[in-house]
């Protein structure tokens, strides 16, 4: 008998998104079962829209509870008409969290990742109003760096304030879900999926997508964000097969188009230890 541990390229891709897909409808449910007021935060990029997609499979169709766009008034504009079409053909509990301007954000922080900031502030007034105890995201492990350390059930403060060194160990699907008072927890059910994943995913289940995502006169977007703070990377790829045939070659990382990333070493880093997504 063979023992591979390497990828055997015979399986079926289809199999590890099967794997992937019960595991995150297993979070998204034990989520709900054990914590009283969730939301979800949708940022309308490719990861949340399968989250949410995810979110329709494990309740039945119907998302049992509010969806929330952290709102800059700088998204592009067909981000804006993609959230507005599918709020209503899914019928989705949408609230809009208008972000406090730039002014009010850290100006030690550099100009960029001041502007990201406005998020983290948004996310925190949201919590204050509407004292949420369980808020999902669309994060992934691979996507950066500080990224690779997070839990799947991650205690913040209400300041959101998040201690890398204070995380919950998790072993074989057993997550801790109780939290102390004056906690809130971040979940995060597409840790374990890669970009590749997401796209393969949303081309099996025909998720819809912002067609941002599509190349248009050699340029592409391969992650969404503020328009003052996002540029799209040189591509030809204009149709879903095409994106997963140039993920499987290109070297260009997935957030290459966020100015911010590329600003100073520790700018990420010290916007999520305050409560960035």
């Given at each position: 008998m063979r023992h591979t541990h390497h990828h055997d390229w015979n399986r079926p891709m289809s199999a590890d998104l099967d794997q992937l897909e019960n595991q995150s409808i297993y979070i998204l449910r034990e989520a709900y079962?054990?914590?009283?007021k969730l939301a979800m935060?949708?940022?309308?990029?490719?990861?949340?829209?399968?989250?949410?997609?995810?979110?329709?499979?494990?309740?039945?169709?119907?998302?049992?509870?509010?969806?929330?766009q952290l709102d800059t008034a700088m998204e592009l504009p067909e981000v804006y008409e993609f959230r507005d079409r599918i709020t209503k053909e899914w019928d989705l509990d949408l609230k809009v969290e208008q972000c406090?301007?730039?002014?009010?954000?850290?100006?030690?922080?550099?100009?960029?990742?001041?502007?990201?900031?406005?998020?983290?502030?948004?996310?925190?007034?949201?919590?204050?109003?509407?004292?949420?105890?369980?808020?999902?995201?669309?994060?992934?492990r691979d996507e950066q760096a500080t990224r690779a350390k997070e839990?799947?059930?991650?205690?913040?403060?209400?300041?959101?304030?998040?201690?890398?060194?204070?995380?919950?160990?998790e072993f074989w699907d057993h997550y801790k879900t109780r939290f102390p008072e004056g906690v809130h927890v971040r979940i995060h059910p597409l840790l374990a999926w890669t970009e590749l994943d997401i796209w393969r995913y949303s081309q099996r289940e025909g998720i819809p997508i912002v067609p941002l995502y599509f190349?248009?006169?050699?340029?592409?977007?391969?992650?969404?964000?503020?328009?003052?703070?996002?540029?799209?990377?040189?591509?030809?790829?204009?149709?879903?097969?095409?994106?997963?045939a140039e993920l499987q070659v290109t070297r260009i990382p997935e957030r290459a188009g966020r100015a911010m990333d590329n600003e100073s070493e520790d700018s990420?880093?010290?916007?999520?230890?305050v409560g960035y997504m």
């Amino acid at each position: 008998m063979r023992h591979t541990h390497h990828h055997d390229w015979n399986r079926p891709m289809s199999a590890d998104l099967d794997q992937l897909e019960n595991q995150s409808i297993y979070i998204l449910r034990e989520a709900y079962n054990r914590i009283d007021k969730l939301a979800m935060l949708w940022s309308i990029g490719k990861d949340s829209n399968a989250l949410l997609w995810l979110c329709r499979k494990a309740f039945f169709g119907r998302i049992p509870f509010p969806v929330v766009q952290l709102d800059t008034a700088m998204e592009l504009p067909e981000v804006y008409e993609f959230r507005d079409r599918i709020t209503k053909e899914w019928d989705l509990d949408l609230k809009v969290e208008q972000c406090p301007p730039e002014e009010e954000m850290d100006q030690t922080l550099p100009p960029l990742t001041r502007a990201a900031a406005r998020k983290t502030e948004g996310l925190k007034n949201l919590l204050r109003d509407h004292a949420y105890q369980g808020v999902m995201v669309g994060i992934r492990r691979d996507e950066q760096a500080t990224r690779a350390k997070e839990r799947v059930f991650s205690p913040r403060s209400l300041e959101g304030d998040w201690d890398v060194k204070d995380q919950p160990a998790e072993f074989w699907d057993h997550y801790k879900t109780r939290f102390p008072e004056g906690v809130h927890v971040r979940i995060h059910p597409l840790l374990a999926w890669t970009e590749l994943d997401i796209w393969r995913y949303s081309q099996r289940e025909g998720i819809p997508i912002v067609p941002l995502y599509f190349a248009r006169d050699g340029k592409r977007y391969r992650s969404l964000g503020e328009k003052n703070i996002t540029f799209p990377v040189d591509s030809t790829a204009s149709t879903i097969d095409e994106i997963i045939a140039e993920l499987q070659v290109t070297r260009i990382p997935e957030r290459a188009g966020r100015a911010m990333d590329n600003e100073s070493e520790d700018s990420f880093e010290r916007l999520r230890s305050v409560g960035y997504m």
